[in-house]
Each structure stands twice: as structure tokens, then as C-alpha cells.
């Protein structure tokens, strides 16, 4: 279950990402709302999955999934640039994450 738990911080973690561009600096009500929403929802969901993994685990993971997951988002909605050099630092990020499990 901690996974899953995991999981969903997560994806609330790349929804908190991508609603603080479209929040516009919080001048923007509903995706603002929904900024401040997937914060606690990830945050909530971290501390349930950290029950049973190891803070040394789980906190990469989240930010690793976070990181990866708005860098491809921002690809796909905003129309940003993914680089050669983009992609070679998302695998090492993923590389990173699987010499700490």
C-alpha cells in the first residue's frame, strides 16, 4: 500500500508543478485552488506512504517522479523544448533514484 500511497503523492507532486504556471503567480482562483490542493494532497500522501519506506526511499522517488513528470508535462502542454541535454539529465535523474533504492 505504501506504494500506491507513493504513487499518488506523486502525481499530486507534478499537479502542484504544473498548476503554479498556470496559477500565474496566484492570480488566477481556480487553478490556484487547485495548486494549493495537490500540495496538501501530496504532502498527505507522502507521510502515508513514509509509514513504511524509508525516508531515504520515498523522498527521492517523490521528487524524482515530480521532476520527471513536469519536465515531460511541460513538453506535452506548454510546448517546451526537450533538449538532448533535457533527456540526458532525466536519466540521470532516474539513474540517481535507483542507486538510492
Known amino acids: 500500500m505504501a506504494w500506491l500511497f507513493l ?31 495537490a500540495a496538501l494532497a501530496g504532502v498527505y500522501f507522502l507521510t502515508l506512504a513514509m509509514r513504511e519506506l524509508p525516508v531515504s526511499v520515498a523522498y527521492p522517488i517523490w521528487t524524482a517522479i515530480g521532476s520527471l513528470g513536469t519536465v515531460f ?15 540526458l539529465s532525466a536519466g540521470l535523474i532516474v539513474a540517481g533514484v535507483i542507486g538510492l533504492k
Do not use: D, I, Q
Request: glycine share 10%; hydrophobic share 55%.
Open 7 to 37: 504513487l499518488l503523492a506523486a502525481a499530486f507532486e507534478v499537479t502542484f508543478a504544473m498548476g503554479m504556471k498556470y496559477a500565474e503567480g496566484f492570480t488566477r482562483l481556480w487553478p490556484s485552488l487547485l495548486t494549493l490542493g
Open 73 to 87: 508535462l511541460g513538453c506535452l502542454l506548454l510546448g517546451e523544448s526537450l533538449t538532448p541535454l533535457k533527456l
